[in-house]
Structures are given as C-alpha cells and as structure tokens.
C-alpha cells in the first residue's frame, strides 16, 4: 500500500486564512522533502527536513521521525499560494529513492 | 540562477510508436532524472544519471530507453506508446543530495 499519505487530499481556503498540511508515512526512511507544484507543472523544493521545525517566511515544516508524521504550515495565505503541495521520503545522501505522496490541492480565494 | 528546460510541453502520440523526450538544464549539474506523474499515483522514478554517459534504472524503467550524451542533457525515449496512455514526465537535476530542482513537465497523450 501507499507508503506516504498526504492529507487533506484537498483544502480551499480565503485569502489570509491559515493552512496545515499533514504527511504520514509508514516507510522506515528517514528523510523528509516537501515540494509545491506550480499550476503549470513545475515542482519547487520547499523544505528539506529530516527531523524537527524549519521556517522560510510564511511556511514552517515539522517533522517528528519516531511518529512518522510531517507537517507544513502556511500562514496567511496567499493567491499565489494555489496548487499542489507533495511530500517525499527518501534516505539520506540519495535522492533515487524518494518515495512521494499524492499530494494537497490547494486553492486560495480572494 | 539555472532553469530546466522539457521539450515538447506536449506531446500526442499514436499506439506503438517511439517517443523522445528531451531535457535541457544550465545548473551544471551532476545529476539528471525522469520522473513520471500519473493521476492518483506518486511520482515514479524512471532513470537517473549521476554523470555524463551514465544510466542508472530506477523503479519504472521497463518500457524506456534513456540518454546522456552530455552533461547538461538527458533524454528520455519511449520504446513503444501504450493506446489510451496519459502522464506527465518530469525531468529533475540536482547537486545537492537533497535539492531536486524540476523542469515544467511533457504531458504526453496515445491515442
């Protein structure tokens, strides 16, 4: 079965309004990515974050490795924030063997 | 900063026919990948190359050639198109163990 489960599988929020998403995963790996796909197809890595809290402006990963479970946290939302946000684990050192989730569709609306 | 560059943006293809994929990246970068994305399933990894003239097959690779002539590209060719086949391939690169960085994708339909 799926080995990295994304919820919700979709959110649509007001603009401002805050966000969680949650991955959990039942893989022994132990490197958390998480990535946002861009409306037209492009991924962008956000975070790398094997284990606990990291923040880049309005976004904030946690990651607690002996619950198998990550978060990102989006503050104040934004339009430009709309699409598709996708966890991966992977090992250490070696990308070839990510294992994704499916990802959160969201949408901000003014 | 670098970009990486897919080409077609989309590509139509008939039942049987071989189909190539191509990936260009400016970040001098060691490593390439393929990706696919289908609907309701994670990204599967097709091949990778840690370096010119290397293949490495990743957990997809049955149905797929790949090519890495040069540093900076890495093809993807489509040995025979299923009939009704949609998806999208991504090409990734990276230097970092941990920073992939994407191209926009090839939305590939068979008819």
């Known amino acids: 079965g799926q080995q990295v489960q994304q919820s919700p599988a979709s959110l649509v929020l007001q603009e401002g309004e805050n966000a969680e998403l949650q991955c959990n995963f039942s893989?022994?790996?132990?490197?958390m990515q998480w990535f946002y796909q861009r409306p037209e197809g492009s991924l962008v890595s956000l975070f790398y974050?094997?284990?606990?809290?990291k923040q880049s402006g309005r976004l904030t990963s946690t990651t607690v490795i002996k619950e198998r479970r990550s978060s990102l946290h989006i503050s104040s939302s934004q339009i430009t924030d709309s699409g598709t946000y996708l966890c991966a684990m992977g090992n250490v050192g070696d990308n070839s063997k990510l294992i994704w989730g499916l990802g959160t569709s969201l949408v901000v609306n003014p | 900063g670098g970009i990486i560059t897919q080409t077609p943006k989309f590509l139509i293809g008939q039942e049987g026919q071989k189909l190539t994929l191509k990936c260009q990246q400016n970040f001098n970068h060691d490593t390439m990948y393929w990706y696919r994305q289908d609907s309701g399933k994670g990204l599967r990894l097709i091949y990778y190359?840690?370096?010119?003239?290397?293949?490495q097959k990743g957990d997809l690779s049955e149905g797929y050639d790949a090519s890495r002539e040069k540093k900076s590209s890495f093809s993807l060719t489509v040995t025979s198109a299923q009939k009704n086949e949609m998806a999208v391939f991504l090409c990734?690169?990276?230097?970092?163990?941990?920073?992939?960085?994407f191209g926009a994708g090839t939305r590939l339909s068979v008819l």
């Open positions: 190359s840690i370096t010119e003239n290397d293949l």
């Open positions: 990734a690169s990276s230097i970092l163990w941990h920073t992939l960085y």
């Open positions: 893989t022994s790996l132990n490197s």
């Open positions: 974050n094997p284990s606990g809290t």
